[in-house]
C-alpha cells in the first residue's frame, strides 16, 4: 500500500506538469492584439511582420517544425480542404533555430505556395514559444480581426479550422 502512494505521489505531479497548460503570465495574455513576429520567408529575402497581418480578416499563426509528424499531417489535411479555408490567412512559422532550407523544403514537399492564404517562413529570433509558452508542435493561434480568439497548444483539427471559417466554431468551455 505505501508503494502505491508513493508512485500515485511521483507520477501524479510529473502528469500534470507534462499537459499542456494555459500560462496566465504568459505574454500573450498581456496584450490579445496580434505577436512581434518577424519571419523570414521562403524566398529568403522577404521580413514578414505583425504589420503584414491584416486587421479585418481571421489568422492563423502556426508554430511548426517540418520534422514534426503531426505538423505535417496538419499540412496533409489541410491542403485537401483548402477550398473551405480560402478565407483563412495561415503564417506558418518554423523555428528559428532551423536552417531555412528546411522550412523550404516543407513549403515545396506540400505544394503551399500554390495557395495565396499560406504564408511560410521561419523566425529571426526565438519568439514564438516564449510568447505563446509553446510546448508542442504544432501550435496554432488563432485572431480574428486582430485579437486573440483561441488557441490550439496541442494541434488543431481540421474540423475545427472550418468551423472557424464558417464563423459556427463555439470556443469549448475547458479553453475558457
Excluded at 504568459?26 to 504589420?51: E, H, Q
Amino acid at each position: 500500500m505505501k508503494k502505491a502512494f508513493l508512485f500515485i505521489g511521483l507520477i501524479l505531479p510529473i502528469l500534470s506538469y507534462l499537459q499542456p497548460s494555459k500560462d496566465t503570465a504568459a505574454p500573450y495574455f498581456k496584450s490579445n492584439g496580434y505577436p512581434d513576429i518577424r519571419l523570414l520567408l521562403t524566398d529568403s529575402a522577404t521580413i514578414y511582420t505583425k504589420d503584414n497581418l491584416p486587421q479585418n480578416k481571421t489568422v492563423v499563426i502556426i508554430f511548426f517544425s517540418p520534422d514534426c509528424e503531426h505538423c505535417q499531417h496538419t499540412a496533409k489535411e489541410m491542403i485537401k480542404k483548402m477550398d473551405s479555408l480560402s478565407n483563412i490567412l495561415m503564417v506558418w512559422n518554423g523555428p528559428s533555430y532551423l536552417p531555412l532550407e528546411q522550412v523550404k523544403t516543407f513549403y515545396k514537399h506540400y505544394h503551399l505556395s500554390k495557395y495565396n492564404n499560406i504564408i511560410m517562413g521561419k523566425e529571426m529570433s526565438y519568439y514564438m514559444p516564449l510568447h505563446y509558452r509553446i510546448e508542442i508542435t504544432p501550435y496554432a493561434a488563432v485572431y480574428k480581426n486582430g485579437k486573440l480568439f483561441t488557441e490550439f497548444r496541442t494541434g488543431v483539427e481540421l474540423a475545427d479550422l472550418i468551423a472557424i471559417a464558417n464563423n459556427t466554431y463555439t470556443i469549448p468551455a475547458s479553453k475558457n
